[in-house]
């Protein structure tokens, strides 16, 4: 058996000869820092590994194996989800250097001396689909972001909202996507659309951050400063984005909840959110208004979760107001995951 998580590309891995932890690390953190996707990382780090990209599969030949997999990765592809170490790999030393050359990142000689050579046909590729390296085998998706899209769904019914689960396919620049999702939340109060409130839009994935600046903070944190951005002085919305393991980027916090009211509170504080934004600095702004979302490690990671939710100022006692306040939603949050 082999059983994949979130994170087993980063804890489970063992570098070619030649290129270093240190370097696989390097690479690594600069292809994030450059806003690379989960697919284009995994390319690269699939060619840098002994293990990954179906290697771990054809050093079992003809054992029979079984893989569980919880999928923390857009679309839950199997050759994606811990960068495939048990199925083929679709990637080619070739598109790993085009990741590394498009993004513009400087990786330490070794990885790159190691990635050209591979693109030379000098070092052997990875297992392919269209080889027998790797041996037909159960393949399990035990669970994935749509398992806590439709568990937040079941909670805010409960609560007296109408759902709707949007998509579990939420990729994109984090600041854009967080403006995205504001519009979501004026289109229910002012249009009706999905429907009118009490509403609660669920969508789930894994946006990307370009660092500009040397801040603080994470792609929720700065999906919920760009969308609080959006709905400055919008009453009644309410947005949260969270990553499901509790952390998010290199912060103690899973992400951020913020609401109409969240930029008025800041300016009060003498705070431009812009300012913060363009810095990539979301946390220190999230942190002084009352929008941090501090759940601690989860155990488990199934891509992040975008919580959008909308009232009418005549809702029902079924529908809490603590609900539309960020510093408020965020305490509620806490003492619920604490009693359970």
Request: proline residues 6%; glycine residues 14%.
């Amino acid at each position: 058996f082999c059983v994949l998580s979130g994170g087993a590309s980063a804890l489970w891995t063992l570098p070619v000869a030649g290129v270093s932890l240190e370097d696989v690390q390097a690479v690594t953190g600069a292809l994030l820092g450059a806003g690379a996707t989960i697919g284009e990382l995994n390319a690269v780090r699939k060619h840098l590994s002994r293990i990954a990209g179906g290697q771990l599969a054809r050093a079992l030949g003809p054992a029979r194996l079984v893989t569980l997999a919880i999928s923390d990765v857009v679309g839950s592809r199997p050759d994606v989800i811990g960068s495939g170490p048990t199925v083929p790999d679709s990637t080619t030393y070739g598109d790993a250097l085009a990741v590394v050359e498009t993004r513009r990142v400087n990786p330490p000689h070794a990885v790159w001396e190691h990635l050209r050579a591979g693109a030379d046909g000098l070092v052997p590729e990875t297992p392919k689909p269209d080889q027998r390296d790797v041996r037909p085998h159960l393949y399990c998706v035990v669970a994935d972001n749509l398992v806590a899209l439709r568990g937040a769904e079941a909670a805010a019914r409960d609560r007296g909202y109408r759902t709707l689960v949007i998509t579990t396919r939420l990729e994109g620049e984090a600041r854009e996507v967080g403006s995205f999702v504001a519009g979501l939340a004026v289109s229910v109060l002012h249009d009706g659309l999905p429907f009118g409130p009490p509403a609660a839009l669920l969508l789930g994935g894994e946006t990307t951050v370009h660092l500009r600046g040397n801040g603080h903070g994470g792609r929720n944190q700065e999906l919920a400063l760009a969308a609080a951005l959006a709905l400055d002085g919008v009453p009644d919305v309410l947005v949260a984005s969270l990553g499901t393991d509790g952390t998010d980027g290199p912060t103690n916090a899973a992400g951020g909840i913020v609401s109409g009211a969240t930029l008025p509170h800041g300016r009060d504080l003498g705070l431009h959110a812009r300012d913060f934004l363009e810095r990539n600095d979301a946390y220190h702004y999230l942190e002084a208004t009352g929008g941090l979302l501090i759940t601690g490690p989860t155990g488990t990671n199934v891509n992040d979760v975008v919580l959008v939710l909308a009232r009418s100022s005549d809702v029902g006692t079924n529908v809490a107001a603590a609900e539309i306040r960020p510093g408020a939603m965020s305490q509620v949050s806490r003492d619920e995951g604490e009693s359970q």
